[in-house]
């Protein structure tokens, strides 16, 4: 019952914004991953060395206008596809926090993922000059230089181990889009359990269906690649 209401509220709120229901604004990103082997999660991707041309999404959750606060949106595309989605967070990872900037504070993904060794949150530190909130300045701080983003495995009793380096480096055109889903693109041994993998995977799909949008593969292999989009309509991004 919950997760159709969370599903049937998604799609209402697609359709209201002609856009997806939460982080309606945004930039779609290229970049590269750089992957330094130390991350023993059980995900290839995560734990193997390695460099990777990757999709990211940096967005407003609330849509919050002008420079007003708000949580924040982090989302990478990985080969597999495997979606890594993070928001502002606070001091601990699992505390979401609005920020006024894209660069002012962590990411984090909030719930812990269920690892073979233990819960595990995936926190984002960034790197770099500070960038207001607003999508529209992006292609223009990444103009003068790259962003960074230190990809972290953090847990409870354990001190956070260094995952990979997410480097952003150019916008990409306004009309591409892609369907990011953590719970659809996930890995067996990096989940979400339980009633919240439920009402998030009906939330998801709700969006998706609310603006009309397909499930985009994406990066398909577990190689090396170049990420591709597909062309949709402007009302149609993220």
Same mark, same amino acid.
């Given at each position: 019952? =919950?997760?159709?209401?969370? /599903?049937?509220?998604?799609?209402?709120?697609?359709?209201?914004?002609? /856009?997806?229901?939460?982080?309606?604004?945004?930039?779609?990103?290229?970049?590269?991953?750089?992957?330094?082997?130390?991350?023993?999660?059980?995900?290839?991707?995560?734990?193997?060395?390695?460099?990777?041309?990757?999709?990211?999404?940096?967005?407003? /959750?609330?849509?919050?206008?002008?420079?007003?606060?708000?949580?924040?949106?982090?989302?990478?595309?990985?080969?597999?596809?495997?979606?890594?989605?993070?928001?502002?967070?606070?001091?601990a990872p699992w505390l979401l926090?609005?920020?006024?900037?894209?660069?002012?504070?962590?990411?984090?993904?909030v719930v812990p993922y269920l690892?073979?060794?233990?819960?595990?949150?995936?926190?984002?530190?960034?790197?770099?000059?500070?960038?207001?909130?607003?999508?529209?300045?992006?292609?223009?701080?990444?103009?003068?230089?790259?962003?960074?983003?230190?990809?972290?495995?953090?847990?409870?009793?354990?001190?956070?181990?260094?995952?990979?380096?997410?480097?952003?480096?150019?916008?990409?055109p306004e009309s591409t889009d892609?369907?990011?889903?953590?719970?659809?693109?996930?890995?067996?041994?990096?989940?979400?359990? /339980?009633?919240?993998?439920?009402?998030?995977?009906?939330?998801?799909?709700?969006?998706?269906?609310?603006?009309?949008?397909?499930?985009?593969?994406?990066?398909?292999?577990?190689?090396?690649?170049?990420?591709?989009?597909?062309?949709?309509? =402007?009302?149609?991004?993220?």
């Amino acid at each position: 019952m =919950a997760a159709d209401l969370a /599903g049937a509220l998604s799609e209402l709120g697609a359709r209201l914004r002609r /856009g997806r229901a939460l982080h309606p604004r945004g930039r779609l990103l290229s970049g590269t991953l750089e992957v330094t082997g130390a991350g023993d999660l059980g995900v290839p991707v995560l734990d193997e060395p390695g460099r990777y041309e990757v999709i990211a999404r940096l967005s407003k /959750g609330g849509s919050l206008p002008g420079r007003l606060p708000d949580v924040l949106g982090l989302a990478t595309r990985l080969p597999g596809p495997l979606d890594i989605l993070l928001s502002t967070c606070g001091a601990a990872p699992w505390l979401l926090w609005p920020r006024a900037g894209f660069t002012a504070g962590p990411y984090s993904s909030v719930v812990p993922y269920l690892t073979h060794a233990g819960p595990v949150w995936l926190v984002a530190m960034p790197e770099g000059e500070n960038v207001p909130a607003r999508p529209a300045l992006l292609p223009e701080a990444l103009a003068r230089g790259p962003l960074l983003f230190h990809l972290l495995a953090a847990r409870r009793d354990a001190p956070a181990r260094h995952l990979a380096t997410l480097t952003v480096r150019t916008t990409l055109p306004e009309s591409t889009d892609l369907s990011f889903d953590p719970i659809r693109h996930g890995h067996p041994a990096l989940r979400i359990g /339980g009633t919240l993998a439920r009402l998030r995977r009906h939330a998801y799909g709700g969006s998706r269906r609310g603006r009309h949008a397909r499930l985009d593969e994406g990066l398909s292999g577990a190689e090396p690649a170049r990420a591709s989009v597909e062309p949709a309509r =402007a009302a149609d991004r993220l």
